[in-house]
Nanobody
Framework: QVQLVESGGGLVQAGGSLRLSCAAS????????MGWFRQAPGKEREFVAA?????YYADSVKGRFTISRGSAKNTVYLQMNSLKPEDTAVYYC???????????????????WGQGTQVTVSS
């Protein structure tokens, strides 16, 4: 059974940094598309960052966030710098079931999801 478990969320002041981790179990996700999404209260889930053969970022986080894979390839990270109050949300890790170098920005493309980790940025 595939599981994605996020960690690293918390409360941080504006301008601070957090590093989110997503650990996958049940199978290896080497060479599989993975991504991060977020959902703020009262808003729809939105794309944040994704990796496949390359990386891609939402305009709102470009230059501040970095997605990367761990050396074991079953972990994906989201380094978040220069955090803003508008980054406050529950952050979700996602993985696709099919091996591909494609980078997906739509939540519809992903098959597996974590339970989410709360990130709160105070002003």
């Amino acid at each position: 059974q595939v599981q994605l478990v996020e960690s690293g969320g918390g409360l941080v002041q504006a301008g601070g940094s957090l590093r989110l981790s997503c650990a996958a179990s049940g199978r290896t996700f080497r060479s599989y598309p993975m991504g991060w999404f977020r959902q703020a209260p009262g808003k729809e889930r939105e794309f944040v960052a994704a990796c496949g053969g390359s990386t891609y970022y939402a305009d709102s986080v470009k230059g501040r966030f970095t997605i990367s894979r761990g050396s074991a390839k079953n972990t994906v990270y989201l380094q978040m710098n220069s955090l803003k109050p508008e980054d406050t949300a529950v952050y979700y890790c996602a993985a696709d079931a099919n091996q591909s170098w494609t980078v997906y920005t739509s939540s519809d493309e992903y098959d597996y999801w974590g339970q989410g980790t709360q990130v709160t940025v105070s002003s």
